[in-house]
């Protein structure tokens, strides 16, 4: 079963099914109901002071980990708050050969302050590489979704249909991307981060997710993260490979796995990569080397 998990066009579309319904139910039963309702008790900090917690995150995590639990099989599950309360368990968990890595609301700061960006995802990670993902935006009622080998696709939740996603490679007058330079050591950060103020345009929009749609849909042509999780940066990845486009780690071009670390960096194509990263961190720069 592991091996040809999603070679079946049968078990893809099984997948698919499950998950909409999952990200659907989620969003209209819990998500939705506290968004712009949520009391400063219904809000915690994790790791910093602009780390977010909601109500709304831990119980839609436990929701949809409680709908996983068994589908295919497999009982793997780590989830974005969880990860953070247990973190032995976590970093066990990223060795299981099949995985679900699940992110509840991605862009939990623009959740809690009434943004519009903010979305659910879901993967399924083998040996530590995304195999399909998942990516619903509630309020736009947007699903984007990509198998691996099979391609990345918008699904009209009405009309219950599939349409591939293929980045458009003409370039703009200037390069527009989104993304921050958090997770970066601070001598390095703050050249990285005037670089690509400099030199690109950039957008704010604080939503790994949302950034993944924007750049399948010809909105932005990069992101750039300062580091990266197995539940934000697992879709991202395969989405955007799958949409046409270009992901590596941002240091030494490396493939993307969950045991990553470091940033990243995405582009709507190889040239368009090459182009950012030497912006933001150039051939001569130490951190580029493998000195640091």
Known sequence: MLSNII???????EILDFIVNILIDVNEKIVLNYFNKLTPKDIDIKSSTDDFVSVADKKSEDYITKKLSNFLDNTKIIGEETAFLDKENFLSLLNEPLLWVIDPIDGTKNYINGNE??????SLVKHSFPIASFIYKPLQRQFIYAFKGI???IFDLETKQSN??????????????SGGTKGIPEVFRKS????LRSFTKRVFVGSAG???????TNKIQFVFHGRVTPWDHSPLDLIIK???????????????????KGPILAATNSNIWDEVREIAIPQSNLYRKRLI
């Open 7 to 13: 070679n079946s066009k049968s078990i893809r579309n």
């Open 117 to 122: 960006n903010f979305c659910s995802m879901i």
């Open 151 to 153: 391609g990345a696709y």
């Open 164 to 177: 591939k996603l293929n980045l458009e490679l003409d370039p703009l007058n200037k390069i527009i991307g």
């Open 192 to 195: 990285i981060l005037s670089n």
């Open 210 to 216: 949302i950034e993944t749609m924007m750049l399948v």
């Open 242 to 260: 799958e949409a046409g486009g270009c992901v590596y780690m941002a240091r030494f071009k490396e493939e993307f796995n969950i045991k990553s």
